[in-house]
């Protein structure tokens, strides 16, 4: 669905599974280093979008630096 819908790039698999997986299981944080397909405002407004419109989770995407406040 994130692959078909836009929320990552075509060939992002990787990516698109590691939003499903957080978002499915309701994990409060997904931790990732990746600004380009995960870790940035556009992919996150799209995510939050997608997974609203579906009544799915939204897990709080964000970097290491941020989730151990340093």
């Not at 698999?13 to 499903?20: G, K, M, N, Q, T």
């Not at 280093?33 to 992919?43: C, D, E, G, P």
Request: glycine share 6%; aromatic share 8%; with cysteine.
């Amino acid at each position: 669905m994130y692959l078909e819908k836009g929320v990552v790039p075509p060939g992002n698999a990787e990516d698109a599974a590691h939003l499903a997986f957080a978002s499915i299981h309701e994990m409060e944080y997904l931790c990732t280093w990746n600004f380009k397909h995960l870790a940035n405002v556009q992919a996150l407004r799209r995510l939050r979008t997608l997974n609203e419109s579906q009544g799915i989770f939204i897990p709080q995407v964000c970097t290491p630096e941020e989730l151990l406040g340093e």
